[in-house]
């Protein structure tokens, strides 16, 4: 038998026997309640915020379960990796391929984080459909895409409403306003429902580290102050799981990590291609261009020449190592900073210090973060992995059946699961 079948048949013994819920009445018989599956992302979490010694709650999750330093997909962007997690496709399988861009079928369009139009997510179905496929209810605190009608359509891009598609039983639109005390209130909120529609698939999304990293860089106390905050939050789930007596299986991972940024590390790129001979798409961390009608050979020229602290790189020109640039989503050039640096149209105006996301994935300031804890794991420190390996493992901890065809595998998790 293999292992996951293993891990299915000992999640199903524990349902039988985990501890019951809320205290009940006196007299009224006590429910026992099967282990739910929580994933959680922290966005923009590093793995070493876990050493600054503000992080009680985390780190002993991590110190009681697994934990790893995982490697996010190419571009370590938000969006990519946030539909990489839970499609077990690299975005250039997935067609998320970073936070902006566009698509030949649609020159006349661009992609943002606000999107939810299901032409561009209906390359790769989200686990949360198999689940309720498969009978298991779902509901999404906040995700990259839980909003989007998968497998529907628009008539028009301004249509407020899909026509068709489908999206977990529950979920909530995104409003960076909700604070992560109410996040968490909302996940415990469903979980007190009758089992009849209680989920047993929930995700919480957390954006707060990300935002200070952003604006501060990952060293700034400021940062580490928001990192703080989400290890109360998460401290409060685990408190109000614990008063409900609902078992949970946590993983809780990060997008990306966070490179510490300045003004007197910049890349003007109108010192390198002339600016009126291409299209940018997007500039920081990467800048993706078109070249203008004619101009390709001039622009190919200047941009695949050496140039300090970037590369350029004509899509499908990648290095192998990314597994990335065939998807036609991907602009005809894609220039990449050296990490911690930036590339823009001219030089900064004003001095900054700040922090940014989206460089090579190998790099050790992009690893994010990884613990799994709950009644499926034991203590372990697992080797670094992809990011699409955490796909299988959600799959194997609702009882489903492997999915043929997805970039990640459930190996790695070996050594950290009960079997």
């Not at 954006?207 to 860089?217: K, S």
């Not at 685990?238 to 299986?249: E, I, S, T």
Request: aromatic share 10%; net charge neutral.
């Amino acid at each position: 038998m293999r292992w996951t079948s293993k891990l299915a048949a000992a999640a199903l013994l524990q349902a039988c026997v985990t501890a019951p819920a809320v205290a009940p009445e006196p007299g009224a018989p006590i429910e026992a309640r099967p282990p739910v599956t929580i994933l959680i992302s922290i966005d923009g979490f590093r793995p070493d915020y876990l050493d600054r010694g503000v992080t009680p709650v985390l780190s002993r999750l991590a110190a009681e379960g697994a934990r790893a330093a995982m490697r996010p997909s190419f571009p370590s962007k938000t969006y990519p990796n946030h539909w990489t997690l839970v499609t077990g496709l690299r975005p250039d399988r997935h067609g998320i391929v970073a936070n902006k861009f566009q698509d030949p079928a649609r020159p006349d369009e661009t992609f943002t984080t606000a999107n939810d139009d299901p032409f561009w997510w209906n390359a790769a179905e989200p686990i949360w459909l198999d689940a309720e496929r498969a009978g298991i209810h779902t509901a999404t605190q906040f995700w990259p895409g839980s909003n989007v009608a998968i497998g529907g359509r628009k008539e028009k891009t301004s249509d407020w409403q899909a026509i068709g598609g489908a999206r977990p039983a529950d979920w909530t639109q995104f409003n960076q306003s909700i604070t992560g005390a109410q996040r968490v209130d909302g996940i415990l909120d469903w979980l007190r429902r009758p089992i009849a529609n209680r989920p047993r698939f929930l995700t919480l999304y957390f954006d707060a580290v990300d935002t200070a990293g952003h604006d501060f860089g990952p060293a700034d106390p400021r940062t580490l102050e928001a990192v703080a905050a989400v290890d109360r939050q998460v401290g409060a789930l685990v408190d109000g799981l614990a008063a409900q007596r609902q078992p949970a299986n946590l993983v809780i991972v990060s997008d990306h990590g966070m490179a510490s940024t300045s003004s007197s590390r910049v890349v003007v790129l109108g010192d390198i291609v002339p600016l009126d001979d291409v299209r940018l798409i997007e500039t920081g961390v990467f800048a993706t261009l078109v070249p203008l009608p004619g101009r390709e050979p001039t622009v190919a020229k200047a941009l695949l020449a050496p140039h300090p602290h970037l590369q350029c790189w004509r899509r499908g020109g990648f290095p192998a190592r990314f597994h990335y640039g065939t998807n036609p989503r991907v602009a005809p050039f894609f220039c990449l900073a050296e990490t911690g640096w930036l590339i823009e149209k001219a030089a900064p105006t004003e001095r900054f210090a700040k922090g940014a996301h989206g460089y090579d994935n190998a790099a050790p300031e992009m690893a994010a973060l990884f613990i799994a804890y709950g009644p499926a794991f034991r203590a372990a420190r697992l080797p670094e992995f992809d990011n699409v390996d955490v796909y299988t493992l959600l799959r194997d901890l609702l009882g489903l059946p492997p999915k043929p065809g997805v970039d990640g595998s459930d190996a790695v998790f070996a050594p950290a699961l009960r079997r």
